[in-house]
């Protein structure tokens, strides 16, 4: 008996747990087999202890409509063996530290993993099943390992970047496969901040006194290969092995209150420990291989806002019918919420998104108010998602929703993009003489603003600018559609004068452009431009050299120059005179 029990810890120790368990129950402890193959309760009804038929651990299917690790996809690990380099525990170190330490150490064979295997599922009622096997370098009739659960909360141990620091609720479970594999014994301890340790003499942080025996509970199952398993019966290391050299469990979470249904919980690690047949848990751990797989019964739903472009101020409604007793969301609630992408550029925010964490598993959807001025829905992404145990998000982009399929252990990560609706405004020039468009209107600037930071100008290139169908006209695009655009004339065109209109007014209208949707008429903004004229009146005396004269121009808009024009005595030069318009000129022969 005191083998059986020896896993409890230092014999002072055993002492109190023999006079706990009557001898009756002890010796049920040793006796109980392993009375079926499939956990009850197991969704692939995965075959994870010994098949009351062949009475053997094996890794292909045994009876039809159940699965076992040949019919699975699951997570493989090989372990550096008969070496030096082989990570372990520091020999003769407690297990009642936070952060144990892993040293590079040469392992017996029989304790030695050459390869492990994880494979984990959710039922639809909500309980967790984890599901392991290992492989040792040599057989060992009487294995012994612990399948610690860490849930990482404190991040890696002070100098690792590997191993976990140890928190309160991390479990531990010991499992011993004794008599060659025909008895299978679970234990669980759970890690506390405060209270009695298993092991009487330590002080918390430790293992904690209250275990949780699994044995024969229906909880757990286990077993070792009874005969040589071939390589091609063997899809976890494709080799020959001996018999007694794997072993296999399978636990049921929820049922070992590991992962409770109904509640969240998730463990990022899970420590592969041998131990010798029969020693204590908590001294004489051997090989050691890190896991870093969540196991979780709940998920994670990340919603994203994107503009196109980016970094718009506006604010986007969404709804979800996302719930749960433990969910916590980064926006305010998680039926209810508004994302805002103002000010990013290629990186996202607290303000855009909402990232929802402890989701149950279950079916949801999530889906933005529609529509939203100015902007359209244009894309709805969730290619950032980690489905790997099956999730699915399922877009419509016209109805602004996603559907969504979480199960444990997955993320689903769905960016929304909106692209901001852009129109055009048209400027038409027209000459005040004809009422036609300015066919010479090179050089004409003009400016818009529609009074709410969208504003700019454009000059005309003498071809219509974007619009080069239409001689006169100069067309802007990519202006926020729906917005009213005040324009004005900065610099008249070359042989114009100045428009005689202000503050025309355009619309953007959505989805009109430059190229292939112009600005209807509507929508276009008309300056007149008179054309100019230059007038010159000269004066020259005629021969005498006895006269002189003045010149005067009246009743004109251009600019006067009176300097003599070559040859001449006197000249009054008028530009820019804008048409039409009469001008008088007055000249007084010797004055």
Not at 1 to 19: C, F, P, W
Not at 68 to 90: E, G, P, Q
Not at 322 to 349: I, P, R, V, Y
Not at 370 to 397: E, H, K, R
Request: glycine fraction near 10%.
């Amino acid at each position: 008996m005191i083998r059986i029990l020896a896993l409890t810890g230092m014999r002072r120790r055993l002492t109190l747990l023999v006079t706990i368990f009557s001898a009756t129950m002890v010796l049920a402890l040793i006796f109980v087999p392993s009375a079926q193959a499939v956990l009850t309760g197991s969704p692939s009804k995965f075959e994870s202890g010994n098949d009351p038929t062949l009475g053997l651990g094996n890794m292909v299917v045994d009876t039809t409509g159940d699965n076992d690790w040949k019919t699975v996809t699951f997570t493989h690990l090989s372990d550096t063996a008969a070496s030096n380099s082989d990570d372990s525990f520091t020999p003769g170190q407690k297990q009642d530290t936070t952060c144990p330490t892993v040293e590079g150490h040469k392992n017996p064979p029989k304790d030695d993993f050459t390869d492990l295997a994880s494979y984990t599922e959710l039922s639809g009622s909500g309980q967790t099943f984890l599901y392991g096997a290992t492989i040792r370098y040599t057989a060992n009739g009487n294995a012994s390992e612990n399948v610690e659960l860490k849930q990482g909360t404190a991040g890696f141990c002070p100098g690792s970047t590997t191993l976990l620091a140890r928190v309160p609720n991390d479990k531990l479970i010991a499992i011993d496969y004794l008599g060659g594999g025909a008895a299978v014994h679970f234990h669980v301890l759970t890690w506390v901040g405060s209270g009695a340790c298993f092991v009487a003499n330590d002080t918390a942080p430790c293992w904690g006194a209250t275990v949780l025996d699994l044995t024969s509970s229906g909880f757990a199952e286990g077993g070792v290969n009874g005969s040589a398993i071939t390589a091609a019966n063997n899809p976890i290391s494709n080799v020959n092995i001996v018999a007694g050299q794997f072993a296999e469990f399978g636990v049921n979470l929820a049922g070992a209150n590991i992962i409770p249904a109904g509640s969240c919980t998730s463990f990022a690690q899970t420590v592969w420990e041998s131990r010798s047949s029969g020693s204590s848990f908590v001294s004489s751990t051997k090989d050691v291989k890190i896991e870093d797989k969540s196991i979780s019964n709940c998920g994670e739903v990340i919603i994203r806002k994107h503009t196109d472009p980016r970094g718009q101020d506006q604010v986007f409604n969404f709804t979800s019918n996302l719930a749960g007793s433990e969910l916590t969301c980064t926006q305010s609630t998680a039926t209810s919420f508004s994302l805002n992408d103002d000010g990013n550029t290629s990186s996202d925010n607290g303000a855009n998104t909402q990232d929802c964490t402890k989701v149950p598993s279950g079916s949801y959807s999530a889906g933005e108010t529609l529509p939203v001025a100015n902007y359209d829905l244009s894309a709805i992404d969730c290619s950032a998602s980690d489905v790997t145990n099956g999730s699915s998000a399922t877009p419509s982009l016209g109805a602004g929703t996603v559907a969504i399929v979480l199960k444990a252990g997955d993320t689903i990560d769905c960016t929304f993009t909106n692209s901001l609706q852009t129109g055009a405004i048209a400027i038409l020039k027209e000459s005040t003489k004809t009422g036609n468009p300015l066919v010479q209107n090179a050089g004409a600037v003009f400016s818009y603003d529609n009074g709410a930071g969208s504003s700019g100008s454009v000059t005309d290139n003498g071809s219509g600018d974007e619009d080069s169908s239409t001689v006169g006209s100069v067309c802007v695009s990519g202006l926020l559609a729906g917005s009213t655009y005040t324009i004005n004339e900065t610099t008249p065109p070359s042989g114009y004068g100045g428009a005689s209109e202000t503050d025309l007014t355009a619309t953007a209208v959505a989805g009109t452009n430059c190229t292939d949707n112009l600005p209807s008429a509507a929508n276009t903004a008309v300056f007149t431009n008179a054309p100019l004229s230059d007038i010159q009146v000269n004066f020259r005396d005629g021969g005498s050299g006895e006269t002189s004269a003045t010149i005067s121009c009246d009743n004109t808009t251009g600019t006067s120059d009176t300097t003599a024009a070559s040859g001449w005595d006197t000249t009054d030069t008028e530009t820019g005179v804008e048409a039409p318009t009469t001008v008088t000129c007055t000249i007084t022969i010797d004055p």
